[in-house]
Each structure stands twice: as C-alpha cells, then as structure tokens.
C-alpha cells in the first residue's frame, strides 16, 4: 500500500485539494494539512481573530490535537467549486476527551497552484449540539441541577444548544421564515 502525497499534486483539482485538507485534519495529520496551506494563508474562524500564515495556523492545530488532546471529524453535506474557489457546507465536531461539539460550518476556502490561501469558517450560532460521555446524541436538557434549559457549560466554556436543523427546534422555524 502506497502512502498519499503529501502535498499538492499538479492533478489535484481545487476541489481535491480541500477535501484532502479536511482528510488530513479529521486525521490529526497536522503536517499534512499544512502542506496543502500557501504561506500567506489567512484562517478566519468568524469571531475569533484572524490567523495569519501557514505556521501559526499549524501552531493552532497542533495545539488542539497535541496540547489539549483534541479531535476533529465533519460531515459534508455540500461542496461546489469554480475555478478556484471552493464552498463546503459541513457540520464541523471538535472533540474534547468525552465532549463532542459540532457546528454548521460554511467553509470558503480559494485554492492557487495547489494551495489554500485565505480560509473562512463562518458557523450559524445557535447550531451547537451537545454530546457529553453516555448521553452523547441524545437531546434533551442538561441533567446537571441549576443549569438553564439549552445551555451547558464544560470547563467554563458555555455552548448554546438547539435541535439539529430539521427537527423542530425554534431556529428551524427561523430557517423557514415564520415568526415564534
């Protein structure tokens, strides 16, 4: 069995070139990843600060996967590109030892000579979903006593929890153009 190349290739399509970046970071191929990133990449994770260049991005990933122990999985619902851009619509997991946390997840990402150059996660808030130990994927309110219905928080970090898009919860109604 061969091993996939590590960087781009003169096939790779833009749009090979971003699903084989998603591969890597579901991987924790952090090096992987980065092969595949221009050095003036922007990584822009709407409402956080911009990350500037294809090391410090690299630094943030591996401070997720090694440091804090973290995980990465996603599932794409839709990818289209032309010419060089490429958009994916994706529920993004970051996992967190028993925590799951996912997030509707617009990806832009502009793909030249086989590199990504700027790079844009734009999620809907109040898409978060909850999965913690046992109860992972169950829906329902927090079973922790004085915690507000639909929200949690872990290690001081809080999430704003809703039904997956589809299943009646209020931003769906939202989604649809009705009022509450």
């Not at 979903?129 to 079973?143: K, Q």
Request: aromatic share 4%; with cysteine.
């Amino acid at each position: 069995m061969t091993e996939a190349p590590r960087g781009p290739t003169s096939d790779s399509s833009p749009r090979e070139t971003v699903e084989s970046f998603l591969a890597a970071l579901k991987a924790s191929d952090v090096e992987r990843a980065g092969d595949l990133l221009s050095e003036d990449v922007a990584y822009t994770n709407v409402s956080l600060p911009t990350v500037h260049g294809s090391a410090s991005v690299q630094r943030l990933a591996r401070a997720f996967f090694d440091r804090a122990g973290g995980g990465f999985d996603f599932y794409l619902h839709r990818i289209v590109a032309q010419r060089s851009t490429v958009l994916t619509e994706r529920t993004d997991v970051l996992i967190l030892g028993p925590v799951r946390m996912q997030s509707w997840v617009c990806g832009v990402f502009e793909v030249r000579d086989g590199r990504m150059r700027p790079l844009a996660r734009l999620l809907r808030l109040g898409r978060h979903h909850r999965g913690v130990g046992p109860r992972a994927g169950r829906r329902g309110p927090p079973e922790r006593a004085g915690a507000a219905a639909g929200a949690q928080t872990a290690g001081g970090v809080g999430a704003q929890l809703s039904h997956p898009a589809g299943h009646g919860g209020q931003d769906d109604a939202q989604d649809r153009g009705h009022a509450h």
